[in-house]
DNA sequence: CGATCTACCTGATGGC
DNA sequence: TGCCATCAGGTAGATC
C-alpha cells in the first residue's frame, strides 16, 4: 500500500500532531504486528515515554523517544496509524492502540498484517537492523546529484524498474511510483541501467524527484479499495494524476493513440505506455 | 549477481 | 445467492 509518499504524508501529521506528546498506556492485541519483541517488552518501553520527533527513510517511520529509544513503524501494504480518542469505535484488525496522557490515542490497524511496529536504539537501526541499515539514499530527505544517481544506476545490471524498487538503492519507491516515474521520463520499465544516455538519466532523476514531490502534495494515492488514508482518515489526491498506474486500456494522457498496457513482470503488475516510453 | 517464485495475510471483486 | 479464482501500495528467502 503506502510508499514513499503516503508515509511521508503521514510523517508530516504526526509531526504537528504527536510530537510533545506522552505516551500513558499501551495495548497490543496478539502479535501479528509486533513480532521482535515480546508484547511486554514493546509495551514497557513505551510507557511513560514522550514522543520527541517524527522522521522516516523510505517508506519506514521513525518516532523518536525521550529514552533514547525509536519506535519503528512499517505500514507493509495493509497498515494505517489512525488517531482517535478512546469512544471511537475500534476497527477490525486495530493491533495496537497507543493513549496519551492528554488524551487521545494513536492506533494501528492492518488487516494483512504485513506491516509492524518494533522499539530500536539508533545504534541498531543503524548497523544491526538488515532492513534499515542497508536502506539506500531517500530521494526527498537527501536528494542527491543526477551525477551520483547515474554512478548508482550504473553500479545494478538490472532492469529500470526493479532498479528503482530496490530499496536497498532508492528508498521509498513502489509499485505505483515507479511505474509513474517511468512514464514521465518516457522510458519503459524493462531498459536495462547500463543503457541509458546522460540525457536519458538526468531525465529519469529529474522525474523521480518531481513525481514523488507531487504526489506528497496531494497526500499520496488512495486506490479503488480505499485502503490507503491519512492520520485523520482522509483520502489521498494523487490517484486522479495516475498517466498509467491502474489505468489498463485507458487511453495515455499524453499521445492520445494509445491505451495504456499492462503485464506481469516478477508476479506484479506494470503500466506503461508503448508509445511514449522507449 | 540477478531473475523468478513462494510465502506471509485478509478482503474485495468478478465470473459462472 | 454461493463458490472459486484472482488481485492488491511490501519484503524476505529459496532456488536456479
Not at 19 to 27: A, L, N, P, T, Y
Not at 79 to 93: N, S, T, W
Not at 107 to 117: A, L, Y
Not at 182 to 197: A, H, I, M, Q, V
Request: charge should be neutral; include cysteine; proline fraction near 3%.
Amino acid at each position: 500500500m503506502p510508499e514513499l509518499p503516503e508515509v511521508e504524508t503521514i510523517r508530516r501529521e504526526l509531526e504537528k500532531d504527536v510530537v510533545g506528546r506522552k505516551i500513558k498506556s499501551v495495548e497490543t492485541v496478539g502479535r501479528k504486528s509486533i513480532k521482535r519483541q515480546t508484547p511486554a517488552e514493546f509495551v514497557s518501553g513505551l510507557e511513560g515515554v514522550k514522543i520527541t520527533g517524527v522522521s522516516r527513510r523510505g517508506k519506514y517511520l521513525l518516532l523518536a523517544l525521550d529514552s533514547g529509544q525509536v519506535l519503528v513503524v512499517h505500514l507493509g501494504m495493509s497498515g494505517q496509524l489512525r488517531r482517535a480518542v478512546p469512544k471511537d469505535e475500534v476497527a477490525k484488525h486495530t493491533h495496537v492502540t497507543v493513549t496519551f496522557t492528554q488524551g487521545g490515542q494513536l492506533r494501528f490497524v492492518d488487516p494483512r498484517t504485513f506491516g509492524e511496529m518494533f522499539l530500536a536504539t539508533p545504534d541498531e537501526i543503524g548497523s544491526q537492523i538488515e532492513e534499515l541499515s542497508t536502506l539506500g539514499v531517500d530521494p526527498v530527505e537527501a536528494p542527491m546529484s543526477w551525477v551520483d544517481f547515474g554512478h548508482l544506476l550504473r553500479s545494478r545490471n538490472t532492469t529500470l524498474k526493479s532498479f528503482l524498487t530496490d530499496q536497498s538503492m532508492i528508498a521509498g519507491i513502489g509499485n505505483i511510483y515507479a511505474d509513474e516515474i517511468l512514464f514521465d521520463s518516457g522510458l519503459r520499465f524493462d531498459r536495462e541501467t547500463g543503457s541509458l544516455t546522460t540525457q536519458e538519466i538526468r531525465r529519469l532523476y529529474r522525474s523521480l524527484v518531481e513525481i514523488l514531490h507531487e504526489a506528497i502534495k496531494y497526500g499520496g494515492s488512495t486506490l479503488s479499495d480505499g485502503q490507503y488514508v491519512d492520520l485523520f482518515g482522509k483520502a489521498g489526491d494523487y490517484q486522479s494524476h495516475h498517466q498509467v498506474y491502474d489505468r489498463e486500456n485507458q487511453p495515455c494522457r499524453r499521445c492520445r493513440r494509445t491505451d495504456i498496457s499492462k503485464v506481469k513482470v516478477a508476479g506484479r503488475s506494470t503500466y506503461y505506455c508503448e508509445v511514449c516510453q522507449v
